[in-house]
T-cell receptor
């Protein structure tokens, strides 16, 4: 049973426009959510996270929104750049102190077209 | 910057061999994790450790074991490699900060692509 779902395997966006990546979760114990970016033949790179006490967290071009009632989070990238083309993984854990494992979605491949 | 180093980027082994994958982190992190990544399946947790000599099973521990004799090093062992263990293996580490909502992410190494022939 998938606890973290990324229902779009791929997304194409034009350079300069907004990219919106979506993620749904089922486990109500999750209280810490992260986004990772992965290039081929490299490990995932931590991008941004959000704790369940917030509904928005922003870092430069990246913003994560959390809707706890809908068990949904999204990552917005504005403006999108060709270097953003990668696979994005949503992850969640029941605890944000660092000592609980992450549960990952299957990833969304983002292609930013110049 | 956090540095998580996996000893090999690419490895080819034969069925039945005992395989060791090594991971070292330089940030004095308490927690270390082993995942495997397969196409269409995302990242799945094999084992993790929250202290020296401690280990916990993840979602897919069968056919694997781990060793954590020193804080900075976490080894994944394939006792008798099989072709269905061909995969990308990713090691991660994180710091524990014991207050609520302390937001400690995991940091990953570059992975070991293991092929079992």
């Amino acid at each position: 049973d998938q606890q973290v779902k990324q229902n779009s395997p791929s997304l194409s966006v034009q350079e300069g426009r907004i990219s919106i990546l979506n993620c749904d979760y089922t486990n109500s114990m999750f209280d810490y959510f992260l986004w990772y970016k992965k290039y081929p033949a490299e490990g995932p790179t931590f991008l941004i996270s959000i704790s369940s006490i917030k509904d928005k967290n922003e870092d430069g071009r990246f913003t994560v929104f959390l809707n706890k009632s809908a068990k949904h989070l999204s990552l917005h990238i504005v403006p999108s750049q060709p270097g953003d083309s990668a696979v994005y993984f949503c992850a969640a854990s029941a605890g944000s102190k660092g000592n609980t494992p992450l549960v990952f979605g299957k990833g969304t491949r983002l292609s930013v077209i110049a | 910057d956090v540095k998580v180093t996996q000893s090999s980027r690419y490895l080819v082994k034969r069925t039945g061999e005992k395989v060791f994958l090594e991971c070292v982190q330089d940030m004095d992190h308490e927690n270390m994790f082993w995942y495997r990544q397969d196409p269409g399946l995302g990242l799945r947790l094999i084992y993790f450790s929250y202290d020296v000599k401690m280990k916990e099973k993840g979602d897919i521990p069968e056919g694997y074991s781990v060793s954590r004799e020193k804080k900075e090093r976490f080894s994944l062992i394939l006792e008798s490699a099989s072709t269905n263990q061909t995969s990308m293996y990713l090691c991660a580490s994180s710091f524990t900060l014991n207050f609520p909502h302390s937001n400690q992410p995991q940091h990953f190494g570059d992975g070991t692509r293991l092929s079992i022939l």
